[in-house]
């Protein structure tokens, strides 16, 4: 009667006042509260990884194009002062640039099949740089070189192109 009185209800099944049913109420509200701050925090976490991902990966796909670029750029350097002497385009090739994407590969990747083929580019890049400074009047030597050089590249570019796509997304060829 008295709970009528206070203009409270009760419960069906405990006859409990409402001050308790208020107290329960306060602490399912207060364990939502948490329980929605944790998703909101787990989801700023996962979307936060998510993003650094897609930037590695966007930072690598770069670092490739232009380790690739310069390779395939100093490859027709040596051609070029093969084919027309005196125009000096191998020493104005971009080695310091090549070195930086090359350090900035290394860092991104621990594949080791990527990491082993970046070794070889490197290697056949300076059997080629080596053959040309010391033994340019050895067409053979040269050409031997360039050709493995190339080679290199296409494995590089092989072995790249399927450490990056299943990160980017779809296929566009």
């Not at 966007?58 to 125009?87: K, T």
């Not at 000096?88 to 994407?101: H, M, P």
Request: hydrophobic residues 45%; contains cysteine.
């Amino acid at each position: 009667m008295a709970l009528v009185r206070l203009g409270c209800r009760a419960s069906l099944l405990y006859a409990r006042p409402c001050a308790t049913l208020a107290f329960v109420a306060t602490w399912v509200g207060l364990i939502g509260v948490l329980a929605g701050a944790l998703i909101a925090f787990g989801g700023q976490y996962l979307m936060g990884r998510s993003e650094r991902q897609e930037r590695s990966a966007a930072i690598l796909l770069e670092q490739c194009a232009v380790l690739i670029a310069l390779s395939e750029d100093f490859r027709g350097r040596v051609w070029e002062e093969r084919n027309f002497p005196g125009s000096d385009a191998v020493g104005k090739w971009d080695g310091e640039t090549y070195r930086l994407a090359e350090a900035r590969l290394r860092l991104l990747s621990q594949d080791s099949d990527f990491l082993a083929a970046l070794e070889v580019l490197r290697e056949s890049g300076k059997a080629l740089a080596k053959a040309w400074d010391h033994v340019a009047s050895d067409e053979a030597a040269v050409d031997s070189a360039w050709l493995e050089y190339r080679s290199a590249i296409t494995q590089f570019v092989t072995v790249g192109s399927r450490l990056i796509r299943p990160r980017s997304g779809p296929s566009f060829r």
